[in-house]
């Protein structure tokens, strides 16, 4: 069964750090490529951040840039994420991708993990 | 930036079908895929590649993207498919969402 567990959310003041992570079970991890998505209370869907199935290929959405860091090691994927903001406020899902091209869909969420920035 | 517009809501009857549309410049060009996520719960991905349904997704969910608009159409709808939906493509090296649309099934 796949399963995907996030896991290192809670409260942070403005200005803090939290690192997430995300364990894998029950595919090959090392042949997908690995997301971050967040979604704000009652609000959409934005994506974060993606690494390729190597880890040669990283990508940001310009909101984090400079602040947030995506990594995988053995079965996990980790976000770290520095200088918080408010509106980083989210529940963050992490979300597998089968190949890199730009028509792989997000085929599997993990339950998510819920940050909240605030003094 | 690349922009994907939904119509924040959309009403159908049960048994009626239901389309949610999702529009963007040039959006045939891309690929779309489109996700469910009922209240408290992840999203789940119910068409990708514009027209191809995961397995496990009923029939009654399909695709269609060309020109500037994609389409989700939905048909005989049930109570159990009233939720969120998203639908989602890549620009460049950046993935972009529209904004969701609430169905509801009257």
């Known amino acids: 069964e796949v399963q995907l567990v996030e896991s290192g959310g809670g409260l942070v003041k403005p200005g803090g750090s939290l690192r997430l992570s995300c364990a894998a079970s029950g595919f090959t991890f090392t042949t997908y490529s690995m997301n971050w998505v967040r979604q704000a209370p009652g609000k959409g869907l934005q994506w974060v951040s993606s690494i390729s199935n190597t880890g040669d290929y990283i990508y940001y959405a310009d909101s984090v840039k400079g602040r947030f860091t995506i990594s995988r090691a053995q079965t996990s994927l980790y976000l770290q994420m520095n200088t918080l903001r408010a509106e980083d406020t989210a529940v963050y899902y992490c979300?597998?991708?089968?190949?890199?091209?730009?028509?792989?869909?997000?085929?599997?969420w993990g339950q998510g993990t819920l940050v909240t920035v605030s003094s | 930036s690349y922009d994907l517009t939904q119509p924040p809501s959309v009403s159908v009857s049960p048994g009626q079908t239901a389309s949610i549309t999702c529009s963007g410049d040039k959006l045939g060009d891309k690929y779309v895929s489109w996700y469910q996520q009922r209240p408290g719960q992840s999203p789940v991905l119910v068409i990708y590649?514009?027209?191809n349904r995961p397995s496990g997704i009923p029939e009654r969910f399909s695709g269609s993207n060309s020109g500037n608009t994609a389409t989700l159409t939905i048909s005989e709808t049930q109570a159990m498919d009233e939720a969120d939906f998203y639908c989602?493509?890549?620009?460049?090296?950046?993935?972009?969402f529209g904004g969701g649309t609430k169905l509801t099934v009257l």
């Open positions: 989602q493509a890549w620009d460049s090296t950046t993935v972009v």
């Open positions: 979300a597998r991708r089968p190949y890199d091209s730009s028509g792989a869909p997000f085929d599997f």
């Open positions: 590649q514009d027209t």
